[in-house]
Protein backbone atom coordinates (compact mmCIF):
# COMPACT_ATOMS: atom_id res chain seq x y z
CA UNK A 1 0.00 0.00 0.00
CA UNK A 2 1.75 3.29 -1.06
CA UNK A 3 2.39 5.84 1.51
CA UNK A 4 1.29 8.80 -0.21
CA UNK A 5 -2.05 10.33 0.14
CA UNK A 6 -4.39 10.82 -2.65
CA UNK A 7 -4.41 14.24 -4.54
CA UNK A 8 -6.89 16.51 -2.71
CA UNK A 9 -7.84 13.88 0.04
CA UNK A 10 -9.37 15.46 3.23
CA UNK A 11 -7.50 12.10 5.49
CA UNK A 12 -7.79 13.23 9.43
CA UNK A 13 -4.97 13.33 11.52
CA UNK A 14 -5.69 10.39 13.50
CA UNK A 15 -5.55 8.42 10.39
CA UNK A 16 -2.75 10.55 9.36
CA UNK A 17 -1.04 9.46 12.20
CA UNK A 18 -1.90 5.33 12.33
CA UNK A 19 -0.22 5.16 8.86
CA UNK A 20 2.55 7.13 10.13
CA UNK A 21 3.60 5.34 13.12
CA UNK A 22 0.86 1.99 13.08
CA UNK A 23 -0.81 3.37 16.04
CA UNK A 24 2.01 4.05 18.66
CA UNK A 25 1.86 7.49 20.33
CA UNK A 26 5.40 8.86 19.10
CA UNK A 27 7.74 10.78 21.16
CA UNK A 28 9.51 13.97 18.35
CA UNK A 29 12.61 15.91 19.36
CA UNK A 30 11.98 19.00 16.95
CA UNK A 31 15.53 19.64 16.33
CA UNK A 32 16.04 23.74 15.41
CA UNK A 33 18.40 26.79 16.00
CA UNK A 34 22.29 26.39 14.99
CA UNK A 35 24.61 28.44 13.85
CA UNK A 36 23.34 29.59 10.52
CA UNK A 37 22.20 32.96 9.29
CA UNK A 38 18.88 31.21 8.78
CA UNK A 39 18.31 30.35 12.74
CA UNK A 40 15.55 32.54 13.60
CA UNK A 41 13.67 31.43 10.42
CA UNK A 42 14.79 27.75 12.07
CA UNK A 43 13.15 28.58 15.26
CA UNK A 44 9.90 29.68 13.43
CA UNK A 45 9.69 26.60 11.43
CA UNK A 46 10.16 24.47 15.24
CA UNK A 47 7.12 26.52 16.84
CA UNK A 48 5.35 26.17 13.55
CA UNK A 49 5.54 22.30 13.80
CA UNK A 50 5.23 21.71 17.41
CA UNK A 51 2.30 23.68 17.24
CA UNK A 52 0.56 21.67 14.68
CA UNK A 53 1.55 18.16 15.98
CA UNK A 54 0.49 18.74 19.80
CA UNK A 55 -3.10 18.95 18.70
CA UNK A 56 -2.69 15.16 17.65
CA UNK A 57 -1.48 12.23 19.45
CA UNK A 58 2.22 12.42 19.43
CA UNK A 59 4.13 14.54 21.47
CA UNK A 60 6.45 17.17 20.09
CA UNK A 61 9.76 18.75 22.23
CA UNK A 62 11.87 21.60 20.89
CA UNK A 63 15.63 20.47 21.10
CA UNK A 64 17.59 23.78 20.45
CA UNK A 65 21.03 23.92 18.79
CA UNK A 66 22.76 26.81 20.15
CA UNK A 67 24.28 29.27 18.24
CA UNK A 68 27.52 27.85 18.84
CA UNK A 69 26.57 24.90 16.94
CA UNK A 70 27.30 22.23 19.78
CA UNK A 71 25.66 18.98 19.16
CA UNK A 72 23.05 17.62 21.93
CA UNK A 73 24.39 15.01 23.81
CA UNK A 74 23.59 11.14 23.27
CA UNK A 75 21.58 11.31 26.79
CA UNK A 76 19.12 14.10 25.44
CA UNK A 77 17.82 12.39 22.00
CA UNK A 78 17.44 8.83 23.84
CA UNK A 79 13.98 7.73 24.05
CA UNK A 80 12.85 9.96 21.16
CA UNK A 81 11.37 7.94 18.61
CA UNK A 82 11.76 10.48 15.60
CA UNK A 83 13.73 13.79 15.34
CA UNK A 84 11.95 16.37 12.64
CA UNK A 85 14.69 18.32 11.65
CA UNK A 86 14.02 22.16 11.27
CA UNK A 87 17.22 23.60 10.56
CA UNK A 88 17.90 25.60 7.84
CA UNK A 89 21.07 26.51 6.12
CA UNK A 90 25.02 25.24 7.30
CA UNK A 91 24.82 23.04 10.03
CA UNK A 92 21.45 22.30 8.52
CA UNK A 93 20.71 20.85 5.09
CA UNK A 94 24.19 20.06 5.05
CA UNK A 95 24.50 16.79 5.80
CA UNK A 96 26.21 17.28 9.67
CA UNK A 97 22.62 16.67 11.94
CA UNK A 98 21.70 13.70 9.41
CA UNK A 99 25.57 12.26 10.22
CA UNK A 100 24.93 12.68 14.19
CA UNK A 101 21.43 11.22 13.39
CA UNK A 102 22.29 8.34 11.90
CA UNK A 103 25.30 7.66 14.59
CA UNK A 104 22.56 7.80 17.21
CA UNK A 105 20.66 5.50 15.72
CA UNK A 106 17.31 7.43 15.50
CA UNK A 107 14.68 8.14 12.50
CA UNK A 108 14.75 11.91 10.90
CA UNK A 109 12.96 13.75 8.05
CA UNK A 110 14.59 14.98 5.14
CA UNK A 111 17.03 13.37 3.20
CA UNK A 112 20.24 11.23 4.02
CA UNK A 113 23.57 12.70 4.39
CA UNK A 114 25.36 12.62 0.84
CA UNK A 115 21.79 14.13 -0.59
CA UNK A 116 21.63 16.97 2.38
CA UNK A 117 25.58 17.67 1.66
CA UNK A 118 25.07 17.64 -2.34
CA UNK A 119 22.00 19.52 -2.26
CA UNK A 120 23.70 22.23 -0.14
CA UNK A 121 26.46 22.35 -2.47
CA UNK A 122 24.61 24.60 -5.25
CA UNK A 123 28.14 24.29 -7.22
CA UNK A 124 27.89 20.36 -6.89
CA UNK A 125 23.78 20.17 -7.78
CA UNK A 126 24.06 22.72 -10.68
CA UNK A 127 26.89 20.34 -11.75
CA UNK A 128 25.08 17.17 -11.56
CA UNK A 129 21.88 18.65 -12.89
CA UNK A 130 23.57 19.84 -16.08
CA UNK A 131 24.93 16.27 -16.84
CA UNK A 132 21.60 14.92 -16.25
CA UNK A 133 20.16 17.34 -19.20
CA UNK A 134 18.25 19.54 -16.97
CA UNK A 135 19.35 23.44 -18.42
CA UNK A 136 21.35 25.54 -15.62
CA UNK A 137 22.36 29.23 -16.18
CA UNK A 138 25.98 29.66 -17.53
CA UNK A 139 28.10 30.39 -14.69
CA UNK A 140 31.69 30.67 -13.63
CA UNK A 141 32.81 29.09 -10.10
CA UNK A 142 34.98 31.47 -7.80
CA UNK A 143 37.24 29.93 -4.47
CA UNK A 144 38.30 32.21 -1.88
CA UNK A 145 41.68 30.48 -1.64
CA UNK A 146 42.48 32.36 -5.38
CA UNK A 147 41.65 35.90 -4.25
CA UNK A 148 43.90 38.61 -4.08
CA UNK A 149 44.30 41.75 -6.53
CA UNK A 150 45.58 39.77 -9.32
CA UNK A 151 42.78 36.74 -9.41
CA UNK A 152 40.44 39.71 -9.26
CA UNK A 153 41.46 41.14 -12.51
CA UNK A 154 41.29 37.79 -13.88
CA UNK A 155 37.89 37.01 -12.61
CA UNK A 156 36.21 40.08 -13.48
CA UNK A 157 37.79 40.01 -17.19
CA UNK A 158 35.97 36.55 -17.35
CA UNK A 159 32.86 37.64 -16.00
CA UNK A 160 32.40 40.60 -18.04
CA UNK A 161 33.23 39.20 -21.17
CA UNK A 162 32.41 35.01 -20.27
CA UNK A 163 28.90 35.58 -18.23
CA UNK A 164 28.26 39.32 -18.99
CA UNK A 165 26.32 42.31 -16.82
CA UNK A 166 24.19 42.47 -15.35
CA UNK A 167 24.70 38.78 -13.33
CA UNK A 168 23.96 37.00 -9.95
CA UNK A 169 26.47 36.62 -7.65
CA UNK A 170 25.59 34.00 -5.04
CA UNK A 171 27.63 32.05 -2.24
CA UNK A 172 27.61 28.06 -2.96
CA UNK A 173 26.71 27.01 0.33
CA UNK A 174 24.10 29.69 1.86
CA UNK A 175 20.30 29.67 1.84
CA UNK A 176 17.78 31.99 1.94
CA UNK A 177 19.44 34.23 -0.92
CA UNK A 178 21.59 35.24 1.58
CA UNK A 179 24.31 36.83 0.45
CA UNK A 180 22.68 36.77 -2.92
CA UNK A 181 23.50 40.06 -5.65
CA UNK A 182 22.23 40.91 -9.25
CA UNK A 183 25.17 42.80 -10.54
CA UNK A 184 23.93 45.58 -13.16
CA UNK A 185 26.78 47.62 -13.20
CA UNK A 186 30.88 46.50 -13.49
CA UNK A 187 31.73 48.43 -11.01
CA UNK A 188 29.40 46.70 -8.34
CA UNK A 189 31.33 43.30 -9.46
CA UNK A 190 33.90 43.43 -6.47
CA UNK A 191 31.70 44.41 -3.36
CA UNK A 192 29.19 41.63 -4.67
CA UNK A 193 31.72 39.41 -4.81
CA UNK A 194 32.63 40.53 -1.57
CA UNK A 195 29.90 40.15 0.35
CA UNK A 196 28.72 36.19 -1.42
CA UNK A 197 32.48 35.05 0.04
CA UNK A 198 31.53 36.31 3.69
CA UNK A 199 28.94 33.44 3.57
CA UNK A 200 30.89 31.12 2.00
CA UNK A 201 34.37 30.10 0.55
CA UNK A 202 33.28 29.08 -3.03
CA UNK A 203 31.11 31.64 -4.98
CA UNK A 204 28.94 31.75 -8.39
CA UNK A 205 28.78 33.90 -11.11
CA UNK A 206 25.63 33.38 -13.12
CA UNK A 207 24.34 34.31 -16.00
CA UNK A 208 21.51 36.82 -15.20
CA UNK A 209 18.23 35.21 -16.62
CA UNK A 210 15.00 37.45 -16.53
CA UNK A 211 11.79 35.85 -16.66
CA UNK A 212 9.24 34.36 -13.61
CA UNK A 213 10.40 32.98 -10.72
CA UNK A 214 8.73 29.36 -10.15
CA UNK A 215 9.04 26.75 -7.59
CA UNK A 216 7.63 23.46 -6.99
CA UNK A 217 8.05 21.03 -4.17
CA UNK A 218 8.17 17.22 -3.82
CA UNK A 219 7.26 14.03 -1.67
CA UNK A 220 8.67 10.85 -1.19
CA UNK A 221 11.68 8.77 -0.50
CA UNK A 222 13.92 7.85 -3.85
CA UNK A 223 13.57 4.43 -4.84
CA UNK A 224 11.50 3.70 -1.39
CA UNK A 225 8.22 4.93 -2.14
CA UNK A 226 6.35 7.30 -5.50
CA UNK A 227 8.18 10.66 -5.34
CA UNK A 228 5.31 12.95 -6.22
CA UNK A 229 5.36 16.60 -7.04
CA UNK A 230 3.31 19.54 -5.36
CA UNK A 231 1.30 22.46 -7.35
CA UNK A 232 4.25 24.91 -8.60
CA UNK A 233 4.46 28.34 -7.13
CA UNK A 234 4.74 31.41 -8.87
CA UNK A 235 6.58 33.98 -6.70
CA UNK A 236 5.90 37.38 -7.59
CA UNK A 237 8.72 39.88 -5.24
CA UNK A 238 8.16 43.28 -5.00
CA UNK A 239 11.89 43.92 -5.58
CA UNK A 240 14.81 42.43 -7.75
CA UNK A 241 13.83 38.56 -6.94
CA UNK A 242 13.15 36.46 -4.03
CA UNK A 243 15.75 37.50 -1.35
CA UNK A 244 15.67 37.45 2.39
CA UNK A 245 13.23 40.76 3.22
CA UNK A 246 10.95 39.20 0.00
CA UNK A 247 10.83 35.71 1.79
CA UNK A 248 10.24 37.16 5.13
CA UNK A 249 9.65 40.68 5.83
CA UNK A 250 8.06 42.46 2.60
CA UNK A 251 4.08 42.12 2.32
CA UNK A 252 4.28 43.50 -1.15
CA UNK A 253 5.34 39.59 -2.26
CA UNK A 254 3.09 37.71 -4.13
CA UNK A 255 2.63 33.84 -3.86
CA UNK A 256 0.48 32.55 -6.31
CA UNK A 257 -0.41 28.91 -6.20
CA UNK A 258 -1.09 27.15 -8.26
CA UNK A 259 1.06 29.38 -10.66
CA UNK A 260 -0.98 30.47 -13.80
CA UNK A 261 1.24 28.98 -16.22
CA UNK A 262 -1.02 26.11 -18.10
CA UNK A 263 -1.04 22.45 -17.64
CA UNK A 264 1.94 21.54 -19.84
CA UNK A 265 4.33 24.03 -18.09
CA UNK A 266 2.89 22.86 -14.78
CA UNK A 267 3.82 19.42 -16.13
CA UNK A 268 6.63 19.95 -17.37
CA UNK A 269 8.42 21.85 -14.37
CA UNK A 270 6.86 19.08 -11.74
CA UNK A 271 8.83 16.28 -14.14
CA UNK A 272 12.31 18.82 -13.17
CA UNK A 273 11.55 18.90 -9.74
CA UNK A 274 11.14 15.54 -9.19
CA UNK A 275 14.04 14.36 -11.47
CA UNK A 276 16.10 16.89 -9.18
CA UNK A 277 15.04 15.24 -6.00
CA UNK A 278 16.17 11.82 -7.57
CA UNK A 279 18.57 12.76 -9.21
CA UNK A 280 20.46 13.68 -5.51
CA UNK A 281 18.87 10.79 -4.24
CA UNK A 282 16.48 13.11 -1.74
CA UNK A 283 14.06 11.49 0.66
CA UNK A 284 11.12 13.35 2.61
CA UNK A 285 9.79 16.54 0.90
CA UNK A 286 12.06 19.21 -1.03
CA UNK A 287 11.50 22.24 -2.83
CA UNK A 288 13.40 23.14 -6.48
CA UNK A 289 13.62 26.50 -8.17
CA UNK A 290 13.52 27.75 -11.57
CA UNK A 291 13.34 30.62 -13.86
CA UNK A 292 10.76 30.55 -16.85
CA UNK A 293 11.70 32.58 -19.64
CA UNK A 294 8.91 34.09 -22.27
CA UNK A 295 10.07 31.09 -24.97
CA UNK A 296 8.68 28.27 -22.71
CA UNK A 297 12.48 27.32 -21.11
CA UNK A 298 13.02 26.54 -17.62
CA UNK A 299 16.37 27.15 -15.89
CA UNK A 300 16.87 25.29 -12.74
CA UNK A 301 18.43 27.10 -10.07
CA UNK A 302 18.50 25.26 -6.52
CA UNK A 303 17.20 22.45 -4.70
CA UNK A 304 16.50 23.18 -0.78
CA UNK A 305 16.57 19.76 1.15
CA UNK A 306 14.97 21.31 4.06
CA UNK A 307 12.42 24.22 3.01
CA UNK A 308 10.97 26.37 5.89
CA UNK A 309 8.08 25.46 7.70
CA UNK A 310 6.30 28.78 8.89
CA UNK A 311 3.40 30.80 8.33
CA UNK A 312 5.32 32.16 5.24
CA UNK A 313 6.76 29.61 3.83
CA UNK A 314 5.95 28.01 0.81
CA UNK A 315 5.55 24.48 0.85
CA UNK A 316 2.70 24.22 2.72
CA UNK A 317 0.98 26.36 0.84
CA UNK A 318 1.39 24.15 -2.35
CA UNK A 319 0.69 21.06 0.36
CA UNK A 320 -2.36 22.44 1.10
CA UNK A 321 -3.50 23.49 -2.47
CA UNK A 322 -2.59 19.91 -3.12
CA UNK A 323 -5.39 18.97 -0.35
CA UNK A 324 -3.38 18.42 2.63
CA UNK A 325 -3.94 20.25 6.30
CA UNK A 326 -0.90 21.47 7.73
CA UNK A 327 -0.74 18.68 10.66
CA UNK A 328 -1.64 15.24 7.71
CA UNK A 329 1.62 17.77 5.92
CA UNK A 330 4.06 17.11 8.81
CA UNK A 331 2.70 13.55 9.75
CA UNK A 332 3.08 12.71 6.39
CA UNK A 333 6.71 13.48 6.55
CA UNK A 334 7.50 11.28 9.66
CA UNK A 335 5.94 8.74 7.90
CA UNK A 336 8.48 8.70 5.18
CA UNK A 337 11.08 9.36 8.10
CA UNK A 338 10.49 6.26 9.72
CA UNK A 339 10.14 4.31 6.25
CA UNK A 340 13.59 5.49 5.31
CA UNK A 341 15.08 4.25 8.69
CA UNK A 342 13.17 0.89 8.58
CA UNK A 343 14.62 0.20 4.99
Not at 29 to 47: F, I, T, W
Not at 116 to 129: F, H, I, P, Q, Y
Not at 246 to 265: D, F, H, V
Amino acid sequence: MSLLPRKNSKASPRNTERRAAGGKRLKIAVLAGGPSNEREVSLKSAAQIIKALSKGRHSASLVEIPKKGEWPSWKTLKGFDVAFIAMHGKFGEDGRPQAFLELAGIPYTGSGVLASALGMDKVRTLEMAERNGICVPKQLVLDRALRGAKAYGKYESMIVHGIGIPCVVKPSRSGSSIGVAIVRERKALKKAIEGAFHEDDTVIVQQYIKGREITCGVMGNTGRTPVVPLPPVEIVAAGDFFDYRAKYIAAETREICPAPIGTKLTKEIQRLAVQAHEMLGCDGVTRSDFILVPDGKMYFLEINTIPGLTEASLLPKEAAVYGMEFGDFLEFQISLALEKHKK
